[in-house]
């Protein structure tokens, strides 16, 4: 085993909160579980090698992978999976981020998305990686309920979206965000962390303002991209 590099094929959910959200919504990815010797015989432990066990998933018994991967001190489940990259649905709602740099921001983002009930990701490159595993512990898990798909340009993924309206967010946008009419399936786009979305979105959809004070100069991206989440997702009955 070698420390994570982009280019691999597999990753890794680290410890076992998100080790059972890899087994409860994403199990045909599992490949394997590795349980470090200091793992507490109880409860959470019988579940986890009862669920192994009625999945088929190998258990691997080794403090090996906990050195090399992980650097918490408690961390004592190691999930290994097949990276999954989906094609999105047309008929449904997506949430596109355009050269997203942060493993943080997008975990996160991850976890507002799953929660508000848009289950399909756009990442336009250059990205971080969606499967990093930063990004996982991030997500808490949420990546395990997407679908996502990278594409290398906003142009690739406008041609593979299916009909819909977009709304990306800017601060040059003359659209508040109160007073805009989210028509479904849409996509709601959001730039790169330091720069934004550049002026040539203007022109694209629908441009989306989110007003705040003059106390700040922005909203950093994922609360951001979860208050829009909310606004569009508001009237849903959950």
Same mark, same amino acid.
Request: with cysteine; proline share 5%.
């Given at each position: ?8 094929? *597999? ?14 919504? #994403?199990? =045909? ?10 793992? =507490? ?13 009625? $999945? ?39 949430? *596109? ?23 399909? $990701? ?15 512990? #991030? ?53 790169? =962390? ?45």
């Amino acid at each position: 085993m070698k420390r994570y590099k982009r280019e691999d094929p *597999v990753s890794y959910a680290l410890g076992i909160t998100l080790t059972f959200e890899l087994l409860k919504f #994403a199990p =045909e990815t599992a490949r394997r579980v590795y349980i470090h010797s200091l793992m =507490e015989h109880g409860e959470s432990y019988d579940k986890l090698m009862s669920l192994c066990k009625d $999945l088929k998933i190998e258990t691997v018994f080794s403090d090996k992978p906990f050195n090399i991967l992980s650097q918490k001190e408690n961390c004592y489940v190691i999930g290994e999976f097949d990276k999954k990259f989906t094609p999105l649905d047309k008929n449904a709602s997506h949430i *596109v981020l355009n050269n997203p740099s942060n493993a943080g921001n997008l975990g996160t983002i991850m976890r507002s998305a799953a929660g508000f009930g848009i289950t399909d $990701l756009a990442i336009i490159r250059p990205a971080v990686d969606p499967y990093d595993p930063k990004t996982v512990r #991030a997500s808490m898990g949420a990546v395990f309920r997407l679908n996502v798909s990278e594409y290398d340009s906003f142009d690739s993924y406008v041609q593979n979206a299916g009909s819909r309206e977009i709304y990306p967010f800017m601060l040059q946008a003359s659209k508040k965000l109160k007073d805009t009419d989210f028509k479904k399936p849409f996509s709601l786009l959001f730039g790169n =962390e330091a720069t934004g979305l550049d002026d040539s979105f203007l022109n694209v959809g629908t441009s989306v303002i989110i007003p705040h004070s003059d106390r700040i100069d922005s909203l950093n991206l994922p609360i951001a991209a979860s208050i829009a989440l909310y606004e569009a997702t508001k009237n849903t009955d959950f």
